[in-house]
């Protein structure tokens, strides 16, 4: 990963960096390719009315696999705050005190959380009275005096009903406020990954957004005119990002990653407000912290694309468990809106309905039992030690963990023969 300088965006083309989605689990790049062959995945930048006004808890992108470095774990990064400018000065970038981060595995298939990572961001300046400078020289380490604004976080990690703290009061990388202030911002970013008890390292801060998008395709899916099409929007553009490395065993199903190999995987953000209760109920909690779900993301393109604008702040809202109780976003992945607009623009006839392809790749994993595409990857069903009359339609990123990565992946993963 790196950050982006304040510096004239780059114009990266679509056949590089496409193989970002290399990274991702296959299931994210297939269901992109398989709405729209030929268009670019958007990402899951402003997807909602509502989060796009509220860009500190906006999850823009989810990756999960099997790390290069180290076989034996698997690499979750999460991003937040679309679009960060370099320039973004004075205040630049934060994550928001007043949210919970959150990266959530279910290893059952039942839609709910098995194991979930947070993370809470507390700030603080060391001179908000005689300064307003984000730092007021140059800054070679994370405790610099020179550095006047600093955020710390606790990593929290919640199984079977039991959270722990595993890390308290640690570090996050400041934004990049440019070479000038930061001229070696590489040693701040090391100095910002920290060890896991029990294996396994996080690491937050910036970095550039790696997600490869043409957004101008919402322009009328470029107005049947593609001779401008596979330029990046998101290029020279930052996300604030974290990152979690842990030990595969942390995260299957009764712990054996051999027998039990997929799991699902999404990202939410939580908004903390106050209760308000009547002060002659005894039992009453008035003033207690209360959390919210806001935001939401596990396959890419999934809020944008198929779920209608009706419904797309109150999908933020929801656990995965629940989506299959929500007819009219049920109906939209069985009769999308997208290859309609295809043929509207275009002339291309849309695929006949219903979409039992899509519905295997976002609802339930790609398995030979699951639906049509008749390969074994990454349904819930394909773990051994799995209830199936628990498993149950929802949308999550899910990956098989026995997949090794290769060095030069298909970017049409099962679609390509891989």
Not at 25 to 34: D, F, I
Not at 90 to 114: E, Q, S, V
Not at 346 to 355: L, N
Request: proline share 7%.
């Amino acid at each position: 990963m790196k950050v982006s300088q304040a510096r004239p965006r780059s114009r990266r083309v679509l056949d590089q960096s496409l193989l970002v989605l290399g990274t991702t689990t296959l299931a994210a790049g297939l269901g992109a390719m398989t709405l729209a062959p030929g268009l670019s995945a958007a990402s899951s930048h402003r997807e909602a009315p509502l989060i796009a006004g509220d860009p500190r808890a906006d999850n823009t992108d989810v990756y999960a696999f099997t790390s290069p470095d180290k076989s034996d774990t698997v690499t979750m990064v999460a991003n937040w705050i679309p679009m960060e400018e370099p320039n973004g000065g004075p205040n630049f970038y934060a994550f928001g005190d007043d949210l919970r981060y959150n990266i959530k595995i279910d290893n059952t298939g039942d839609g709910n959380a098995d194991v979930t990572y947070s993370w809470r961001f507390r700030s603080s300046y060391r001179d908000d009275a005689n300064q307003f400078l984000y730092n007021t020289g140059q800054v070679t380490s994370l405790n610099d005096p020179d550095l006047n604004f600093r955020q710390v976080y606790d990593l929290v990690v919640t199984t079977g009903g039991k959270s722990r703290t595993v890390l308290r009061g640690v570090p996050a990388a400041p934004s990049r406020t440019g070479q000038a202030s930061m001229p070696d911002y590489a040693a701040l970013r090391k100095q910002a990954t920290f060890g896991l008890p029990g294996g396994g390292k996080t690491y937050t801060g910036q970095a550039e957004d790696p997600f490869f998008a043409d957004l101008r395709v919402f322009d009328l899916l470029y107005g049947g005119d593609l001779s401008e099409r596979g330029q990046d929007t998101l290029a020279g553009y930052n996300v604030n990002t974290i990152a979690l490395q842990v030990p595969k065993k942390q995260l299957a199903l009764k712990g054996n990653s051999s027998r039990n190999p997929v799991i699902g995987v999404w990202s939410t953000t939580d908004r903390a407000g106050v209760t308000v209760a009547d002060s002659r109920d005894k039992k009453g909690k008035g003033g207690a912290k209360q959390w919210k779900q806001v935001s939401r993301l596990g396959n890419p393109l999934v809020n944008e694309v198929v779920v209608p604008l009706k419904f797309k702040d109150a999908f933020n809202t929801l656990n995965p468990s629940q989506d299959r109780t929500v007819q009219p976003v049920v109906d939209k992945v069985y009769d999308p809106i997208l290859p309609k607009l295809i043929q509207q623009v275009y002339g291309i006839p849309a695929p006949a309905t219903p979409r039992n392809d899509l519905a295997e790749i976002y609802l339930t994993g790609i398995c030979k039992a699951c639906g049509p595409i008749k390969a074994d990857l990454n349904a819930h069903r394909l773990n051994k030690d799995a209830t199936l009359r628990k498993i149950v339609p929802a949308e999550e990123l899910r990956l098989n963990m026995a997949v090794p990565p290769t060095a030069r992946p298909q970017r049409l993963g099962v679609l390509a023969g891989d």
